[in-house]
């Protein structure tokens, strides 16, 4: 089945630690995305990738990092820097940067 | 920079109504997309316009593309009790810096 796929569902981590949500996709996806989504706040957009090996920070990409070393993958790392990182991450895939955005099925962070 | 206005934040409707909603902007974009999130999940594409004035159905769900490029709607006829869920806009305008901007979503409420 084509899709994107986002694991764990829920995370728990303990305050200082860094941590690493996984993103794969295997719709032969040029670009990828990472968002943050907290209550009321819609979606706001971390880090983007519109090809290998190169990524873009998006609107709140401070304490996080994010590589692609492969077309189907797309790694987010919350890092200690981030104040405020439990919240719900989303990512996302698309043909290319000008076409429709396809969703993962989200992580939850809770950071303790 | 971009912004697409979705209110109000909420909506309550009675099983069987029809509801609109709208989404806003003052920038002109060339593709308008609908998703709609439920709790827990990621967000899942409803319907993408493509052409200012176009009209596109989906079942019980009719959105479409200002002629102006700066707005959409999205009409449900017919309510369900399975249309709860936050429903966002989305919008891209293809370019050298093209970025698919959101609105901040509507929470959709139906009462049995």
């Known amino acids: 089945d084509g899709g994107i796929t986002q694991s764990p569902k829920y995370l728990f981590r303990k305050e200082g630690q860094n941590v690493t949500l996984s993103c794969e996709q295997n719709l032969n996806h040029d670009a990828m995305y990472w968002y943050r989504q907290d209550p009321g706040q819609g979606l706001r957009l971390i880090y983007y990738?519109?090809?290998?090996?190169?990524?873009q920070k998006g609107d709140i990409a401070e304490g996080y990092s994010v590589s692609r070393e492969k077309k189907e993958s797309f790694p987010l790392t919350v890092t200690s820097a981030q104040k405020n990182p439990t919240a719900f991450y989303l990512c996302?895939?698309?043909?290319?940067?000008?076409?429709?955005?396809?969703f993962g099925q989200g992580t939850r962070l809770t950071v303790v | 920079g971009q912004q697409l206005n979705q209110s109000p934040q909420s909506m309550f409707i009675q099983e069987g109504e029809d509801v609109s909603m709208n989404c806003t902007s003052s920038?002109?974009?060339?593709?308008w997309l609908w998703y709609k999130q439920d709790p827990g999940e990621g967000p899942v594409l409803l319907i993408a316009l493509y052409k200012a004035g176009e009209l596109t159905s989906n079942g019980r769900l009719t959105a479409q593309f200002g002629i102006t490029r700066k707005d959409s709607f999205l009409n449900i006829s017919a309510s369900i009790p399975s249309d709860v869920g936050i429903y966002f806009c989305a919008a891209l305008y293809t370019g050298a810096n093209s970025k698919l901007t959101f609105g901040k979503g509507i929470t959709l409420s139906v009462r049995p």
């Open positions: 990738s519109q090809i290998v090996n190169d990524f």
């Open positions: 920038s002109i974009f060339n593709t």
């Open positions: 996302a895939s698309s043909r290319d940067r000008d076409t429709e955005a396809f």
